[in-house]
């Protein structure tokens, strides 16, 4: 009766190789797990910015793009005015809203991952971002149209990431810095 098995010595060597492959790939799945909060950051913002976008001419209302530098996070919001100017645009609801009052509904908010955090916001134009007490508001307009700007990330290993928005199409353009 011939039985055919594994040695012990050759099932320790298996073991042996296993776990130096895992001494070698698990610093590196370690680094792509930190580099993978900032990207997906990036891709919050861009999805961010196109809701916002897409919310402002579907429903034909003015939108602002928030982002909070103390809670690092932003929002999308919709504001609707009662206005004379737009009455064409929105059907009776009863609401009872005077003329000229404005109403806000937050739509979409997203914190940003730990470790993640807003470094700056600026506009690309003279008046494009307005700041109070630590939040900006970026506006994106019924015609498509919205405020430039840029924002920066920065990750806890120091890592950046700019995203820059075209004021025309709304278009994002991501680009890491370091």
């Known amino acids: 009766m011939n039985?055919?098995?594994f040695t012990l010595v050759e099932v320790l060597m298996v073991v042996v190789i296993i776990m130096i492959t895992m001494a070698v790939a698990?610093?590196?799945?370690?680094?792509?797990?930190?580099g993978a909060k900032l990207r997906t950051s990036g891709r919050t913002l861009v999805m961010a910015s196109r809701y916002a976008r897409s919310v402002a001419v579907l429903q034909q209302v003015q939108t602002?793009?928030?982002?909070?530098s103390e809670l690092n996070s932003c929002e999308v919001v919709s504001i609707?005015?009662?206005?004379?100017e737009d009455k064409f645009l929105s059907?009776?609801?009863g609401s009872g809203q005077e003329a000229g009052e404005a109403s806000?509904?937050?739509l979409l908010r997203h914190s940003l991952p730990e470790g993640v955090s807003i470094?700056?916001?600026r506009g690309t134009g003279e008046d494009d971002v307005q700041e109070v007490e630590g939040i900006y508001y970026i506006s994106y307009y019924p015609n498509g149209m919205c405020d430039a700007y840029e924002i920066e990330l920065e990750d806890d290993r120091g890592k950046r990431m700019q995203m820059t928005v075209d004021p025309l199409s709304?278009?994002?353009?991501?680009e890491f810095l370091n």
Do not use: Q, W
């Open 170 to 174: 709304g278009k994002s353009a991501v």
């Open 119 to 121: 470094l700056e916001v």
């Open 91 to 93: 059907e009776p609801d």
């Open 80 to 84: 609707a005015t009662g206005g004379e």
């Open 3 to 5: 039985r055919r098995a």
């Open 104 to 106: 806000v509904t937050s």
């Open 26 to 34: 698990i610093p590196s799945f370690t680094r792509s797990f930190r």
């Open 64 to 68: 602002s793009l928030l982002f909070d």
